[in-house]
C-alpha cells in the first residue's frame, strides 16, 4: 500500500491545521468538528498504560518489531493503550481530519472515539527508508451519539517519523475518502464503499 511521505510539520503547516494549546484536538473540517461534539468527553480507563514511565530508544528495526507486537497485542490505534515508552514527549499526530500533539492526548482521544468492539488488525509493518509504516485494517464503530455507528471495514496506513530511537510523528492516510467513512455508517445499506476485504486476505497479498 502507498505510505505517508510528507515531511514533519513545521509551525507554519501546524497553524494551519489550528492545533488547540494543552494538546487538545482540532478539526479540519467543519463536519468533522461538527461529529466532535457527540464524542464523550471522559475516557475510558487505559488499564495497563504508564505515561511517565521511562523513554527506550531502538534502533530502527528493533523499534518497528516493539511497534509490530505491541499493536498486534494491544491494537492502541482504537484502543488508545499505547506504549508510551515508544515516543518523544513533542510526539504530533495528524490525519486528513484532525490534529494533536502529546501520546497521552492522542490515546485518550482514540479510547474517546472508538467502541469496544472496534478492532485494528495489522496487515503488515515495517520500515521504509527512515520511517516505518503499518497498513491495518480498522472495523467497528464510533462513539457518536447515544447508539453509536458502525463503521465498514477500510484499511489505514500509518507513517511513523522516527527521531533518536523513538517515534515523534505519525500520520494516518485512509484507503477511502472521508466522505465515503461517513456514508458507510450512516447509510450501511448502500454498496459505497466497499468493505475492505478480510485481514487474513490482505496479509496473504502482503506476503504473496
Not at 9 to 37: F, H, I, M, W
Not at 50 to 74: Q, V
Amino acid at each position: 500500500a502507498p505510505s505517508a511521505r510528507r515531511a514533519i510539520p513545521d509551525a507554519s503547516s501546524r497553524a494551519r491545521t489550528r492545533l488547540a494549546d494543552g494538546g487538545d484536538e482540532e478539526y479540519v473540517n467543519p463536519l468533522t468538528k461538527l461529529l466532535g461534539t457527540f464524542i464523550p468527553t471522559a475516557p475510558p480507563p487505559l488499564a495497563g498504560v504508564d505515561f511517565g514511565t521511562r523513554k527506550t530508544p531502538l534502533e530502527l528495526e528493533k523499534l518497528a518489531a516493539a511497534l509490530d507486537a505491541g499493536l498486534r497485542e494491544r491494537e492502541w490505534f482504537v484502543t488508545g493503550r499505547v506504549l508510551p515508552e515508544l515516543f518523544t514527549d513533542d510526539f504530533f499526530f495528524q490525519d486528513p481530519d484532525v490534529s494533536l500533539a502529546g501520546i497521552e492526548e492522542y490515546a485518550s482521544g482514540v479510547s474517546r472515539l472508538f467502541s469496544d468492539e472496534s478492532r485494528c488488525e495489522v496487515i503488515a509493518c515495517a520500515p521504509q527508508g527512515d520511517d516505518i509504516v503499518v497498513d491495518w485494517r480498522l472495523s467497528g464503530g464510533v462513539n457518536l451519539g447515544p447508539a453509536g455507528l458502525k463503521i465498514k471495514p477500510y484499511v489505514v496506513t500509518t507513517t511513523f517519523k522516527v527521531r533518536e530511537g523513538l517515534v515523534c510523528f505519525q500520520e494516518d492516510e485512509f484507503s477511502i475518502p472521508g466522505w465515503q467513512i461517513l456514508l458507510g455508517a450512516v447509510a450501511p445499506w448502500l454498496p459505497v464503499p466497499e468493505p475492505a476485504a478480510p485481514v487474513e486476505e490482505l496479509r496473504a497479498r502482503v506476503t504473496g
